[in-house]
């Protein structure tokens, strides 16, 4: 079964509007990480936050994540239309190197 | 850096016909990861190196499918016989171990079999 959950599925927003997307997972983690997604390209990875942290910053992009609870999220705040994607989280298993990915939150940031 | 290449990017193929997909990995990076990715099951881990060495192959589906990295800077993924079951977008991502576990991702090849 996937480790992460992402919430919600599909949002769509207006340009400078801001976004939120929620990941949910399910056991111990090391870190967790965020990527991005174009339609019909790889992933791009956006940011990583060990599980010792419980907030992170890069750019538009904030995310926080909060052990107790077992989730994160990810807010990018005055979004643009080429912030359109699909926005995935991963987090590690059992420290190794391998990664589980939730199924992405779909975002349409329309002009 | 080039970034993680994929070739083909596009395959169509018959079913019951072998399928190789390659992989050439960042220039330092020593592990790589083979995905796959479908609407109805998202992505999946298939396998993945470390140093050339097989570590984790419990997502490749069954005998049909192998994968090899032959060294370095080079992977193959293989599927015989393919099905149609098989038709996704085949991933290859490379990263350090030293980097915190942030990977890098190709294109993708989007392999449709009939």
């Known amino acids: 079964s996937q480790q992460g959950e992402e919430d919600p599925q599909a949002l769509s927003i207006q340009e400078g509007e801001n976004a939120t997307m929620n990941c949910s997972y399910k056991?111990?983690?090391?870190?967790l990480q965020w990527y991005r997604q174009n339609s019909g390209r790889g992933l791009v990875h956006l940011i990583l936050?060990?599980?010792?942290?419980r907030e992170k910053h890069s750019g538009r992009l904030r995310v926080t994540l909060d052990t107790s609870k077992k989730s994160s999220s990810l807010l990018i705040t005055a979004s643009r239309a080429a912030d359109t994607a699909s926005y995935f989280c991963?987090?590690?298993?059992?420290?190794?190197?391998?990664?589980?990915f939730g199924k992405g939150t779909k975002l349409t940031v329309n002009p | 850096d080039a970034g993680v290449i994929q070739s083909p990017r596009h395959e169509v193929t018959e079913m019951g016909q072998e399928v190789t997909l390659r992989c050439k990995p960042i220039?330092?990076?020593?592990?790589l990861f083979w995905y796959r990715q479908t609407m109805m099951r998202g992505l999946e881990l298939l396998i993945y190196?470390?140093?050339?060495?097989?570590?984790?192959d419990s997502g490749m589906p069954e005998d049909r499918f192998s994968a090899k990295m032959p060294n370095a800077s080079f992977s193959t993924l293989k599927i015989q016989p393919s099905e149609p079951r098989d038709s996704a977008v085949y991933f290859c991502?490379?990263?350090?171990?030293?980097?915190?576990?942030?990977?890098?991702f190709g294109p993708g090849t989007r392999l449709l079999v009939l």
């Open positions: 991502a490379s990263s350090m171990t030293s980097g915190l576990g942030a990977q890098y």
């Open positions: 056991t111990s983690i090391n870190n």
């Open positions: 936050i060990r599980s010792n942290e």
């Open positions: 991963a987090t590690d298993v059992g420290g190794s190197e391998k990664l589980v």
């Open positions: 220039s330092g990076h020593n592990s």
């Open positions: 190196f470390n140093n050339n060495v097989p570590i984790d």
